[in-house]
């Protein structure tokens, strides 16, 4: 759990230029993070390589949040 | 000018497509030549890329198929190791008049010269946004700004390639994709030779320079559209028709 979040806050920081204390669980992309819908698309791009999996556009959609992502990660990596 | 890019030319195996993919590799760009059934005429194409030099590979894909487009993309990867320049030409006529059109005429053409454009941009943004550069040239049509009677399938595809490239364009400028048009006029063709003497006139006389284009003339628009020569414009759409529209 711990080290999903890690690589997810690693990668939120270099690609949305953000601090690092920024990124908790709890923070919204485009209200916390300044993300706009685009930097979202390439963010779960990111995700996907990082974590060799394939997003669908449906689940995409619903992360929001750090959260969300995390959250979606760890339950496909059963 | 364009040394070492990689560019997929989609319906490369013959006429514009095939003009587009010579003349990108005489700059030299590697080509992916797509083809949808010419194999023989794509190898052709792949050979002549070849002897210039650069990099060439065919790959057959229907471009109306999201699962064929993606699978094209992705052997293009593997083959050539990037994606720098999307040109969009693959496309069917089914002439009809509107009281005479079928609806399967008129999904077909959709399906080939607008979902196809969607598509196969869609598969190559990834790579482009990655790479924080790309360039996507649309072949759209100058009936698709004047309209034409007989061919309201073909025109709604075109004139939908248009507003495509431009909110295309508009979505993408901020990761340096580039997306522009080309719209050809009389190009001459397999189907222009078809005419007859007096529709060939009839067609001049609507031509201010007084004679039909060539694949070439549109290959060296799109050329420049694909180099830094263009790099500061975006969500155009260039009229290659001889001064007949505009």
Avoid: W
Wanted: charged share 25%; hydrophobic share 45%.
């Amino acid at each position: 759990m711990a080290e999903v979040f890690d690589r997810v806050k690693e990668i939120i920081v270099d690609k949305l230029d953000v601090e690092e204390s920024k990124v908790t669980m709890e923070a919204s992309f485009k209200d916390d993070l300044d993300a706009d819908s685009l930097d979202v698309v390439e963010l779960v791009m990111e995700l996907e390589d990082e974590f060799d999996m394939e997003i669908a556009d449906e689940e995409a959609e619903k992360i929001n949040t750090v959260g969300d992502a995390v959250n979606y990660i760890n339950s496909t990596q059963g | 000018m364009l040394k070492d890019k990689v560019a997929l030319v989609t319906g490369a195996s013959r006429g514009i497509g095939r003009a587009i993919a010579l003349e990108l590799a005489s700059q030299g760009a590697h080509v992916v030549v797509n083809y949808a059934g010419s194999e023989a005429k794509a190898q052709a194409v792949v050979e002549e890329i070849e002897a210039m030099g650069c990099k060439a590979c065919k790959i057959q894909a229907d471009v109306s198929s999201e699962d064929s487009v993606k699978q094209m993309v992705k052997e293009t990867m593997t083959e050539l190791g990037g994606l720098d320049i999307l040109v969009n030409n693959a496309g069917i006529t089914k002439d009809n008049l509107l009281m005479r059109m079928k609806e399967d005429e008129f999904d077909q053409v959709i399906n080939t010269n607008l979902k196809g454009v969607f598509l196969c941009t869609k598969a190559v943004t990834r790579q482009m946004m990655k790479q924080r550069a790309g360039k996507i040239i649309n072949v759209a049509s100058i009936v698709g700004v004047s309209g034409n009677p007989g061919q309201a399938n073909y025109v709604a595809a075109k004139a939908g390639v248009i507003g495509l490239t431009k909110t295309t364009a508009k979505e993408l400028a901020s990761r340096n994709i580039l997306v522009n048009a080309v719209a050809p006029g009389f190009i001459s063709s397999d189907m222009t030779d078809a005419l007859t003497e007096e529709q060939k006139e009839n067609m001049l006389a609507m031509i201010p320079l007084a004679r039909l284009g060539t694949p070439e003339d549109v290959a060296r628009v799109v050329g420049f559209l694909a180099s830094a020569n263009a790099d500061y414009i975006t969500g155009q759409t260039i009229h290659i028709d001889g001064g007949m529209v505009m």
